[in-house]
C-alpha cells in the first residue's frame, strides 16, 4: 500500500512515517515547504530510512499542491495541523486557514484521486472539558479554544464527505500524545526541559487539570491498527490510555526522576483564559479495543523515562528560558 502522510515533518507525523516503513509500506511524506529545505524530524533519521521515504515539500493551505501530493496514493495520514493553544488566541486566522481549509483540500484531493481509506486526525481537545468520564466518541463538543473549534470543524467537515460522497473516511482522535521529539509547547518537555537546563523552579500554568497521556509509539499503533480496520470506516474512534493525571501530579512525578530538590511555580502568563482552560480529559478506548486488537505497550512511568532519556540526548534544541507558544 502507497500512503501519503501530511504532517510528516512533525512530533507525532515522524513517528507514524517510521512504523508504517517497518510495516513495510510505500510512504510519501508531505512536509512544510520552507527556504531551509528543512524535513523537520524526518532529517533526524537514519540515511538508510531517508533514502525510502518519498519528500513532497508544500503547503497543506494550498489545494493544488496538495492534490499533487495525492497522486497515485492508496491511503492518506492527515496530520498537518497548527496545534498549539495558546498561540491560537493570538493568531486564530491562521488556524482556519490550516486546520479548516487544508482538511478540505486532503478531503478533495482524495475524493478527485478515489483514495482507498482517508484518516482524518482530530484531538481529544473537542471535547472540551469532560461532561461524564470516561469520554466516549458520543460526548459534546465544546471550542474552549480558537484551535479546538477548528479541529471541530474540519472533522465535521470530514463527516460530510463520508456521508456525501461515500469517501472511506476515518477520524482518529489521540488524547494527549507525548514522547521523544515534541516540542516544548506541550507540558511534558516543557517541564523536562527545564529540569535538565538546572532550573530548580519550575514553571508551569494551572497544576490542576486532568489529562490522559499516551506515549507517542502506543498512537501511531492505534493509527495503523485502524487503517487496516474496514469497520472504522465512517467512525470516529478515541486513542486514550484510559488513565488520567493531574499537571500537578505529573510534575512531581518527572521532579522525583531528574531532580527532587525541585519545587513546582504557577506563572501567570502561562494561565489560559478561565473558561477556555480545560478541566478534565479522560478518554475512553473502549471503541478502538472492539474493532482492532489494540493495547498500549508503555505506562506512564516507562514512556516518561525514554522521553527523559531522549531530551537529556537533544537538549541543545529547546530553549528553557522562554515560554513556547
Known amino acids: 500500500m502507497k500512503v501519503l502522510v501530511t504532517g510528516a515533518d512533525g512530533f507525532i507525523g515522524s513517528h507514524l512515517v517510521e512504523k508504517l516503513m517497518q510495516d513495510g509500506y510505500q510512504v510519501r511524506a508531505f512536509v512544510c515547504y520552507n527556504s531551509f529545505n528543512s524535513w523537520g524530524w524526518l532529517d533526524t533519521l537514519p540515511e ?9 515539500a508544500g503547503d497543506i493551505r ?11 496514493m492508496d491511503a492518506v495520514f492527515h496530520l498537518a495541523a497548527l496545534i498549539a493553544i495558546p498561540f491560537s488566541y493570538h493568531s486564530p486566522d491562521s488556524y482556519v486557514d490550516t486546520n479548516i ?29 469532560a461532561q461524564y468520564v470516561p469520554i466516549d466518541e458520543k460526548h459534546p463538543f465544546q471550542a474552549q479554544s480558537p484551535y479546538s473549534a477548528t479541529k ?19 477520524i482518529v482522535r489521540p488524547f494527549n500524545t507525548y514522547g521523544p521529539r515534541q516540542s516544548a509547547r ?14 530548580t523552579e519550575i514553571r508551569l500554568g494551572s497544576l490542576s487539570p486532568k489529562r490522559d497521556f499516551s506515549f507517542v509509539r502506543d498512537t501511531v499503533s492505534g493509527f495503523v491498527k485502524l487503517l487496516n480496520c474496514e469497520k472504522a470506516i465512517g467512525q470516529e474512534v478515541n486513542i486514550a490510555s484510559q488513565q488520567e493525571i493531574s499537571i500537578g ?7 522525583r526522576q531528574i531532580e527532587p530538590s525541585a519545587t513546582v511555580y504557577c506563572d501567570e502568563e502561562r494561565l489560559r483564559p478561565e473558561n477556555s482552560e480545560v478541566g478534565r480529559l479522560l478518554g475512553s478506548n473502549v471503541k478502538l479495543r472492539e474493532l482492532t486488537d489494540w493495547e498500549p505497550e508503555y505506562t506512564l512511568e516507562q ?5 527523559i532519556q531522549w531530551t537529556r540526548e537533544n537538549l541543545s534544541r529547546f530553549k528553557p528560558d522562554l515560554y513556547n507558544l
Do not use: C, W
Open 48 to 56: 538508510d530510512k531517508l533514502n525510502e521515504i518519498e519528500i513532497f
Open 62 to 72: 494550498d489545494p493544488n499542491g496538495v492534490r499533487k501530493a495525492m497522486g497515485g
Open 101 to 129: 481549509k487544508g482538511t478540505l483540500n486532503v478531503l478533495q484531493a482524495s475524493r478527485d484521486h478515489q483514495l482507498k481509506r482517508v484518516m482524518i486526525t482530530s484531538t481529544s481537545e473537542v471535547y472540551g472539558t
Open 152 to 170: 471541530i470543524g474540519a472533522d465535521r467537515i470530514a463527516e460530510s464527505f463520508y456521508r456525501s460522497f461515500g469517501l472511506p473516511v476515518t
Open 186 to 199: 506541550a507540558v511534558i518537555p516543557t517541564i523536562i526541559t527545564q529540569l535538565l537546563s538546572g532550573r
Open 249 to 255: 501530579q505529573l510534575a512531581e512525578e518527572l521532579i
Open 303 to 307: 514512556g516518561l523515562k525514554e522521553t
